[in-house]
């Protein structure tokens, strides 16, 4: 039997400016953005149990996790036309992070609390990336080509302060992208196209402190995580604007997946991610969007998809598939000129996160916004899983060990925001 309190706060602040410039009248353009976000995290954590499995005594527990994160990006796009039909985009792109985690674990014995050497750590994380690309489009009589390169120069610097470890890595990679499409006529088109991404780990997943869910239950991020790499395929149809359907294949590389670990002499069971060698990740999209009547119109989004893990996770060379079925729609209303409202619903039925099946859930979602001071300004409110039904629920079976989560979290989330176009 465990006993857990957590008490958390979050404080967040961004501050942006971005702008466009117009050289001339055949479409030379620049565009900037920069964006700076300080965000600061408290956590209080108390953990009592009575570990009846084995009758021996667990200590009380308890945590103060504190953590601050700034985020610097910026940047900037250009878009130069040349000839008739032509035209060139590229620009850079400036991403800075530092997070500062100095998190401290403490147990109870002999009447006192005491540092546990275990669970307590210093950890700073600093990331740079400096990108760049460009883009070349060519629009023929009926078909339309579009090639880019990407670039991108990554340094990351983690220190662990308590223990005295340093990591260091830095790395350039290449992302090239293609697009064809060809129109039959002006309703019907037909589309192709690859592309090369990359998926970081944030620094939270690698963040080799513990973070307690009850005594016997805890997780932790891995330094050693590398970045994904995908491999993006598609082929699709379009009707009008109204209509598409697309076949896509996505092969990752070094796929993130988190994974569990049952240690049957504390009874505890450590959570955290790996590598997997790959996954596959296949289906079919349709989308379609619909004006019911001149205030009402509807997106609907349908999605059937497969994924497929390959690798050694925990003795398993690979995870079963699951077919797993998405249904988005997304109503707009128009009241007035100025007044509109939005109701969203989201189904998807059983799927596979790595190594966990998730049950199916359901979110329900609402929100009107009102333009002000000359339609310069408006105000947004919005009501996020109204009848809390986006729970997140998942069960897994990877060798001798079983589990079962059930977050009963509560996602009914009222916003309100302001915004003012100079």
């Known amino acids: 039997m465990t006993y857990n309190d957590s008490k958390e706060k979050w404080n967040d602040y961004t501050y942006a400016f971005s702008g466009v410039h117009k050289f001339n009248t055949e479409g030379s353009t620049m565009n900037f953005d920069f964006e700076y976000e300080t965000s600061k995290f408290r956590s209080n954590q108390f953990q009592s149990a009575a570990n009846t499995a084995n009758a021996t005594v667990v200590n009380d527990r308890r945590g103060f996790i504190p953590s601050q994160l700034k985020v610097f990006t910026g940047k900037i796009d250009f878009v130069n036309p040349f000839k008739e039909k032509q035209s060139i985009e590229w620009g850079f792109k400036t991403s800075i992070k530092n997070n500062d985690n100095p998190s401290v674990y403490e147990f109870y014995e002999d009447n006192q609390w005491q540092i546990d050497p275990n669970s307590t750590n210093h950890f700073e994380y600093n990331e740079q990336i400096y990108a760049g690309y460009i883009n070349y489009k060519y629009q023929l009589e009926k078909l339309n080509i579009q090639g880019g390169l990407r670039s991108e120069y990554t340094m990351i610097d983690i220190d662990q302060k308590t223990l005295n470890e340093k990591h260091k890595d830095d790395y350039l990679k290449w992302f090239p992208s293609l697009s064809l499409k060809y129109e039959f006529t002006s309703n019907h088109a037909v589309h192709v196209s690859y592309s090369k991404r990359i998926n970081r780990p944030s620094q939270f997943d690698l963040n080799p402190f513990r973070f307690y869910d009850d005594s016997f239950n805890y997780s932790q991020g891995n330094p050693n995580l590398i970045s994904e790499i995908t491999h993006a395929a598609e082929m699709g149809y379009a009707w009008k604007n109204a209509f598409m359907a697309t076949v896509y294949f996505n092969s990752t590389k070094d796929v993130f997946t988190e994974v569990y670990n049952y240690n049957p002499d504390t009874n505890t069971t450590v959570t955290t991610q790996i590598n997997v060698a790959k996954s596959y990740n296949y289906g079919v999209n349709i989308t379609n969007s619909s004006e019911l009547s001149k205030w009402w119109s509807v997106n609907t989004l349908f999605n059937v998809f497969e994924n497929k893990f390959m690798g050694n996770v925990l003795n398993s060379s690979t995870i079963d ?20 409202a939005e109701v969203n619903a989201n189904f998807q039925s059983k799927s596979n996160l790595g190594v966990y099946q998730r049950d199916a859930f359901f979110d329900f979602s609402a929100g009107v916004s009102k333009q002000v001071l000359d339609k310069k300004g408006t105000i947004k409110l919005n009501f996020t899983d109204i009848f809390n039904t986006n729970n997140f629920y998942i069960k897994s079976v990877v060798a001798q060990t079983s589990m079962d989560k059930k977050y009963e979290l509560d996602n009914r989330i009222a916003t309100i925001a302001f915004t003012y176009r100079i």
């Open 321 to 340: 598939p699951i077919v797993t079925v998405n249904l988005n729609l997304q109503n707009s209303f128009t009241i007035t000129e100025t007044l509109k």
